[in-house]
């Protein structure tokens, strides 16, 4: 009904950037929002960043506050995150989120992994 794919992952050195896309089909018309989760080996899954998609409105987990940038494009949809200034500690699979609060429906993408080296 409703698919996500990211795209973007990859190793990247520290002080680096990388810049995750997440590509929405299917029955997108009543989607709410969209963000980026991820989870590290051993922990928890985080949530990262999320866009509304009407207003434009983003939030973003403290830790990625200044560095991640999340933005969205309508004519897709897509939803992006721009990466800059890694850590080795953002190392992660990145997972695309999206909801639609209208349908009581979350969906998730495959994730990607991203890497980086110190």
């Known amino acids: 009904q409703v698919q996500l794919v990211e795209s973007g992952g990859g190793l990247v050195q520290a002080g680096g950037s990388l810049r995750l896309s997440c590509a929405a089909s299917?029955?997108?018309?009543?989607?709410?929002?969209m963000g980026w989760f991820r989870q590290a080996p051993g922990k928890e899954r985080e949530w990262v960043a999320r866009?509304?998609?009407?207003?434009?409105?983003?939030y973003y987990e403290d830790s990625v506050k200044g560095r991640f940038t999340i933005s969205r494009d309508n004519a897709k949809p897509m939803v992006y995150l721009q990466m800059n200034s890694l850590k080795p500690e953002d190392s992660a699979v990145y997972y695309c989120?999206?909801?639609?609060?209208?349908?009581?429906?979350?969906?998730w993408g495959p994730g990607t992994q991203v890497t980086v080296s110190s």
């Open positions: 866009i509304r998609w009407s207003g434009e409105s983003t």
């Open positions: 299917g029955r997108t018309f009543s989607l709410n929002t």
């Open positions: 989120n999206a909801e639609d609060q209208y349908r009581g429906k979350t969906y």
